[in-house]
């Protein structure tokens, strides 16, 4: 009912000589095809210092030590992890190699130690072999929860996941958890949005004097500009007024990409019909032969298609950029998201579609409404 192992090594010196060696463990694995799921880390990792060290060995060629105290050191990859965690953080040296054969090995030395004659010396670890949750790592303790790691996001991603799974202790489908994370989101951060379209509908309605000023000072870029923040400042708007609600939520968005794309809480979620792994991308039905940019299996991305019909009406809605060249490449982005996201894990691909839905009736809310 558990993932840990309790190891007890004991050297035992039989001869008459004192004898000397190092305690050592090496864990061993094979690197997959590719670098594996989205921003999951995949490769060694270790608590070195009470911080996180991720350890990359390319190719043949490269090694890499490390020496310091260790508290644990383990090899990852999408879902699963492999530790070996000393009985207490200790001096030690960690050493990642490829060999020959192509396996990945990590090996573990603790300092050397001298055993006289007739004596014994022990050594206590304990071993996790088991899924990367990060409820799991926590209650197993030693800090081994450290290495679930979003990067930039972590202080911002972490939480995210805690609400997520607090969703699903109660709705038991991590599809539906991940529409209400998505709606709480978007709660959070509706008045940073509002206001962001309130300046796109303010901007809307000089389109069409940016317009006059564009062909009156054609000839002169620099004339042109003084007058269009003379505008700006006539009318009291913020031309980047849309833009930076925008940049703040950001952080927030990369988070949630993060989790969506890399967390074992979705591995082999179902969420409804043809949805039976949230972590896969969506297919429905299997085609026998392939389909350009997506990888197997192959069939209709459902969801990804509907992901970017959002996209697009949620463009069409977006006041349109003066510069035509400009206004052309932002309808692109549509097409150029969906290809994108074709193979992206159909939890991830939820939550954007969701998003989408409900920033197309907060826009609808605005634009709509009378000045």
Not at 28 to 57: C, I, S, T
Not at 311 to 323: L, N, S, V, Y
Not at 335 to 342: A, L, P, Q
């Amino acid at each position: 009912d558990q993932y840990k192992i309790d190891l007890n090594m004991e050297v035992t010196n039989n001869s008459g000589s004192s004898a000397e060696g190092v305690f050592r463990g090496s864990l061993r694995a094979m690197p997959p095809e590719n670098n594996g799921g989205y921003y999951a880390f995949v490769g060694f990792a270790l608590l070195l210092n009470n911080d996180l060290e991720e350890v990359k060995v390319k190719d043949p060629s490269d090694e890499k030590s490390l020496r310091g105290p260790i508290g644990w050191v383990a090899y990852e990859n999408n879902y699963f992890m492999t530790a070996i965690v000393p009985d207490s953080p200790s001096e030690g040296t960690f050493t990642g190699r490829h060999l020959s054969s192509g396996i990945l090995e990590g090996t573990y030395l603790q300092p050397p130690i001298s055993i006289p004659p007739t004596e014994r010396k022990s050594s206590q670890y304990e071993l996790y072999l088991g899924p990367r949750d990060l409820g799991i790592l926590k209650d197993f303790g030693k800090r081994l929860d450290r290495a679930i790691n979003f990067g930039w996001t972590d202080i911002i991603a972490k939480p995210l996941l805690y609400v997520l799974r607090f969703f699903d202790a109660y709705i038991h489908n991590y599809g539906l958890s991940i529409i209400l994370l998505t709606i709480l989101v978007k709660i959070l951060f509706w008045p940073l949005t509002h206001k962001s379209y309130k300046s796109m509908k303010e901007m809307q309605k000089l389109q069409p004097l940016m317009a006059k000023l564009r062909e009156k000072y054609k000839g002169n870029r620099e004339q042109m500009n003084k007058e269009m923040m003379s505008l700006y400042r006539t009318y009291k708007v913020n031309p980047m007024g849309g833009c930076l609600p925008m940049v703040i939520q950001i952080p927030v968005f990369f988070a949630l990409f993060r989790i969506l794309g890399s967390a074992i809480e979705l591995r082999h979620a179902p969420f409804v019909w043809w949805i039976n792994d949230l972590s896969a991308p969506d297919r429905l039905f299997s085609f026998p032969f392939e389909i350009p940019y997506m990888t197997p299996p192959y069939g209709i991305p459902v969801l990804t298609l509907f992901m970017g019909a959002s996209m697009f009406i949620q463009q069409k809605m977006t006041p349109t950029p003066g510069d035509q060249t400009q206004a052309k490449i932002m309808m692109l982005m549509p097409i150029i998201f969906t290809v994108m996201f074709i193979n992206f894990p159909s939890g991830l691909v939820l939550y954007w579609l969701v998003n989408n839905i409900l920033s197309i009736g907060q826009q609808y809310r605005i634009l709509r409404k009378p000045a």
